[in-house]
């Protein structure tokens, strides 16, 4: 593994000694491709699209969020800004890298959850914008050549800021691409409330079954700490329990959205639909900015809360908002 994790390194040095826009460009990229955004920007979107697709995105993002915590807990792969130092190539050899805000993430590496959650996460969504783009001009942009390079951009800019191998980005694509096929038409929009809630009660209770695994995940934390070469870099949302909280409250929320529809006659037109998106999107934002606590353990609930709110206000509470809002004066509730 040695040789391929120095070839890693070589192939990031030539990443990093591009023109100075293409830096601006993969951060870009590294950022809009974070998880967290299936949760708080692509299912808002989605689920205002169709209801369908929009569960979809959300419940392939967040199995496939999880199945990468136990992947990256059991294989336990090396990032490279702490690889190149532990290793030692850095003083055998000249080694001419950087580091950046993104790039002192603490889980484990392998495979890369960039590419692996937005890539299951988002194929409901793109595949139905390549099935309508036949019946609405306005879709065709969706559906083209450029679609299949995304994974790929994604990829080269979590190599180019040192946040992963190039092999850990092959695995990710190819473990997202296998999932969002497997998974699409698999989708539980119909199950009631208390398959969520039994759900999310899994999938935290799995995951603390496997915490006691050797090496334990506190080790990636431990390394990503000693060598990240700013220590504000260090987020606590990039830890693998973090991503626990957030996949299991996503499930708690997207029963409570399921549970609580809109009836037949509280259907959303196509402008309440567009209404209704920007408005999710824009509270969705403002949940998730507001501040978190300082002590870890109270971090966490609020994360849980946090994105257990979300689907909750996008699926139930913000359509009826809108409908409440734009309905005509004196004109009837549907029975």
């Not at 969020?65 to 490279?80: D, I, Y």
């Not at 392998?110 to 609405?136: D, E, F, K, Q, Y």
Request: hydrophobic share 45%; aromatic share 10%; proline share 9%.
């Amino acid at each position: 593994m040695d040789a391929l994790h120095a070839a890693g390194i070589r192939f990031a040095e030539v990443l990093q000694s591009g023109p100075p826009w293409l830096e601006k460009f993969w951060i870009s990229v590294t950022s809009l491709a974070d998880p967290k955004s299936i949760f708080t920007i692509f299912f808002p979107l989605a689920y205002f699209l169709d209801r369908k697709v929009g569960v979809s995105v959300l419940w392939i993002g967040l199995v496939s969020e999880w199945l990468n915590v136990v992947l990256k807990w059991l294989l336990f792969g090396e990032r490279p800004f702490w690889w190149v130092h532990e290793s030692g190539l850095s003083t055998k050899e000249p080694v001419t890298l950087r580091q950046f805000p993104f790039s002192c993430e603490t889980g484990p590496g392998s495979p890369s959850g960039h590419c692996m959650i937005m890539g299951a996460a988002l194929w409901p969504l793109v595949t139905a914008l390549a099935a309508r783009h036949s019946r609405s001009r306005w879709l065709r942009p969706c559906h083209s050549p450029s679609l299949p390079s995304s994974p790929l951009a994604v990829g080269l800019s979590r190599v180019f800021i040192l946040a992963h191998f190039p092999h850990q980005v092959v695995g990710g694509i190819l473990a997202g691409a296998a999932l969002g096929w497997g998974l699409q038409a698999r989708t539980p929009a119909t199950r009631t409330l208390g398959f969520f809630v039994a759900t999310a009660l899994a999938l935290l209770l799995a995951s603390l079954a496997l915490h006691g695994l050797d090496p334990p995940p506190s080790r990636s934390i431990r390394l990503a700490t000693k060598w990240c070469s700013d220590p504000s870099w260090l987020r606590l949302d990039t830890r693998p329990f973090a991503s626990i909280c957030r996949v299991a409250g996503s499930a708690l929320g997207l029963g409570l959205a399921t549970g609580f529809p809109l009836h037949q006659g509280e259907q959303l037109d196509p402008q309440q639909r567009v209404a209704s998106a920007v408005l999710a999107l824009v509270a969705i934002q403002g949940l998730h900015r507001l501040p978190q606590p300082a002590d870890v353990t109270l971090w966490y609930g609020t994360s849980f809360l946090k994105y257990a709110a979300g689907p909750w206000l996008v699926a139930s509470v913000l359509p009826r908002l809108v409908l409440s809002v734009t309905r005509p004066r004196g004109s009837p509730h549907a029975e």
